[in-house]
């Protein structure tokens, strides 16, 4: 039986307990949706305001050179980087994750070409395809689709457990490794994989796809892969070197704590900006930024080496800032173990909810979605409704008039994020016992939690 | 002979003096840099506050709603519009300006292709061409040539005064009207004119482009307009619907004070939008933002109506804020006179600066470089300085340690810009007398202004 003075005592013990001190969270609030926007940092309206005050105000143009404006990209970026094992100068801060995927998928769309025409030069009568999850979040879809017409590619969106098999059924011959041949010109399986295109971590389900697996399919079947880690960075432990990924993007305002709209990040391993470079390409987003001499004002566009080639327009000083401060409430748990310490506590406390909802709200109409296996799945618990049509709205509205901020997903998805650097043991309590009163008392059926006025 | 007593009695006399008010702006500095960085508007720094504490720490998740953050795209490109002669609904605060040129650039190709053919079917077997300017900033040159390789179009950089012959030579036949015959297929002439991008005021000589008669002359060619207004939105009157211009961008961080790397916007004519709606065509950085329904998070992109389907990422809600207080200080002109009185002052201090140079500066080696017709030219003056090669530089460097801050091009251009906003008649005498008694003195040769460090 588990009380809520045990959840007391299980933060009383937590060592990662402190970290919560770091964050200005209102006073009755249990907030479960920091994978949609961390919470606040407490560093951060005063670096903010030093930024607009003294570097802005104060400083003026100078502050480019003096307060290391240009620089910042890079520095927050390699701040991140420690984040999802990436090497300082591999990943940049910039843009947003969705302007940061269609400079990422084109250029692998455009790699994956070249490399497929090196291996067989018949291959360009072959279709080229974007794989990627019928649930993908809709932005990496949109811009799949995009860049799919711009480079004449076609985008394949299957279910999650079908992409293994397919990529499997498109590996390329190996010499000396027995495998499929050529198919004939005539079938559908006449397509080539160019690139895999997944999030990490389902924005609706939580489950957490394998990157090193899938990373190692795609290779096999000559496809480079674009990860999205909006939902795992700062959130789970991400290692793009270890899993020899291609390229990848992720979210700033989520698990980095970056602020609303906060800048998103880009990620290339060196083998792919080396490969671009050598064979002068470029990523199409290509803004004075990204130019190997932005200040020469040269006529032609001629790309910076490595990862700061994908930065595009000028950076966005105050945002960064903001970044900043939210990267490095991440990076404070590192004396506690780091990313692997806030993933054991996600773990625990995603398995403490599941315990709770099972033992509290049992036969309340709820259903786990996530997936039930901790390592599959991400930082957050997904719940099925199964009461109403569109019953995940006004319960959660009724949850937030109690003090706890979930999000929801229609129609009937409940969704609950654990940010285990301020998240307590006693908030998952109180979460499930405001949502078990919810669902017992029926107030959510109350017209005044069915308006609609619902973002991110 | 202009004294600095008269300066002075100018300053008394301004009715928008008090306007400087608005800016907090550091003790003994002449800021002539507002065309980089705009200066620190007095309102921005509690406003930034109040979004970061309030809306952000208190109001987490549910500000998107409550405290409107979604819609300020749209609310601060409200206001920009009534600065450039755009409607309301028409022009948005999005991305940098070069991720906004990329998206304008390539939707004009894709509109300017479809409009050729139209007109004559035979047109698809003839090349289209972007035609800028050599000296445009070189972000929309390195974005052009990136739309160019990926529609097929080409890029032609003119000289500023062979555009409009170019494309006196390109106009199409009109019916009943005397015209050049469609050239033989293999002259070089067999261009047809697809987008003229041009950046109203050049950056760097300060010349301005006569929006009117130039998209005149695109228009009678075929093609249409992407004008970049990064200096002349909030510095000289612009009337882009008066103009029938076709697409617009422009900064938020120079004469708008949007703080550094502030959102930039975007503009398109309701006919440019209304077509790409009817032809089921969408600007190519196709993020949720900007999808007709974000939050039903459907598998296929469709864009929102109007100018809101150029959106792509999330809002970037502090940048956003900065720059609605930045936009705030050009509107409050409005009761003395707006635009007008602004560009009269610029006019005047403009005027005012090059009298001085000619009478206090004669024989030291400047040349006015930007057009002397004040109509020809945007709220800055260049100088070329005919003393040593690269001297800009340290020149630069010499009046700033003397706190007259302006910019320089390398080689050898000077570069003041006038934000009639905060710069007062007094500041230009300064100024000038500075620039005088740093060249007669011959201490801008010393070492220490030799070193370079220099950013946007």
Redesign the interface.
């Known amino acids: 039986m588990i009380t809520r003075q045990l959840c007391h005592t299980l933060d009383v013990s937590d060592p990662l307990a402190p970290l919560r001190e770091l964050f200005?969270?209102?006073e009755g609030?249990v907030?479960l949706?920091g994978n949609?926007?961390g919470?606040?940092p407490r560093s951060?309206?005063a670096r903010?305001?030093q930024v607009?005050?003294d570097?802005?105000?104060?400083g003026?143009?100078?502050?480019?050179?003096h307060a290391g404006?240009?620089d910042l990209p890079q520095r927050v970026g390699d701040k991140i980087a420690r984040l999802v094992g990436a090497g300082p100068g591999e990943l940049i801060a910039v843009?947003?994750?969705?302007?940061n995927?269609?400079k990422a998928l084109h250029s692998a769309v455009r790699l994956a070409r070249l490399q497929h025409l090196e291996r067989d030069p018949q291959a360009g009568a072959r279709r080229l395809v974007i794989v990627s999850e019928?649930s993908n979040?809709?932005?990496d879809?949109?811009?799949a689709?995009?860049v799919a017409?711009?480079t004449g590619a076609t985008v394949l969106?299957l279910d999650a457990d079908a992409i293994r098999p397919w990529l499997a059924a498109h590996a390329l011959p190996r010499p000396g490794v027995p495998g499929r041949d050529l198919p004939p010109r005539a079938t559908l399986d006449y397509d080539l994989a160019a690139v895999l295109l997944l999030t990490q971590v389902n924005y609706?389900s939580g489950r957490q796809h394998d990157m090193g697996a899938l990373t190692a399919a795609a290779h096999a079947a000559g496809a480079l892969t674009v990860w999205d880690l909006a939902h795992s960075a700062g959130a789970v432990p991400v290692d793009l070197k270890g899993a020899d990924a291609d390229l990848a993007v992720g979210c700033g305002?989520k698990y980095l704590n970056g602020?609303?709209?906060?800048?998103?990040f880009i990620w290339a391993h060196p083998r792919i900006t080396a490969t671009l470079h050598a064979q002068g390409l470029?990523q199409?987003?290509?803004?004075?930024?990204g130019?190997a001499a932005?200040?020469?004002?040269?006529?032609?566009?001629r790309p910076a080496a490595g990862i700061a080639g994908f930065q595009?327009?000028?950076?966005?000083?105050?945002?960064?800032a903001?970044l900043d401060c939210g990267v490095d409430t991440v990076l404070a748990a590192e004396e506690q173990g780091g990313m692997a310490a806030l993933r054991a506590k996600s773990v625990e406390l995603a398995e403490l909810f599941i315990s709770l909802l099972e033992s509290r709200c049992a036969g309340a109409g709820l259903t786990v979605i996530s997936p039930r296996d901790p390592g599959e799945r991400g930082s957050q618990v997904s719940i099925a409704c199964e009461l109403d049509e569109g019953c995940a709205y006004p319960i959660t509205q009724a949850l937030?008039a109690r003090g706890v901020?979930g999000?929801f997903?229609?129609p009937d998805v409940l969704r609950f994020g654990f940010t285990p650097l301020y998240t307590r043991f006693v908030d998952v309590y109180d979460a499930v016992e405001q949502l078990r009163q919810v669902l017992v008392s029926g107030e959510w059926r109350e017209p005044r939690f069915a308006v609609r006025?619902?973002?991110?």
């Open positions: 200005d969270l209102p609030i907030y949706d949609s926007l919470a606040l951060t309206a903010v305001a607009v005050q570097q802005w105000g104060t003026l143009i100078g502050s480019w050179n404006w240009m843009d947003s994750t969705s302007v995927l269609y019928a979040f809709p932005t879809l949109y811009i689709q995009s017409r711009e969106a609706r305002y602020g609303p709209g906060a800048p998103a470029s199409p987003l290509t803004g004075w930024i130019h932005p200040f020469e004002f040269g006529p032609d566009y595009c327009g000028t950076p966005p000083v105050l945002a960064l903001a937030i901020v999000d997903r229609s006025a619902q973002v991110t």
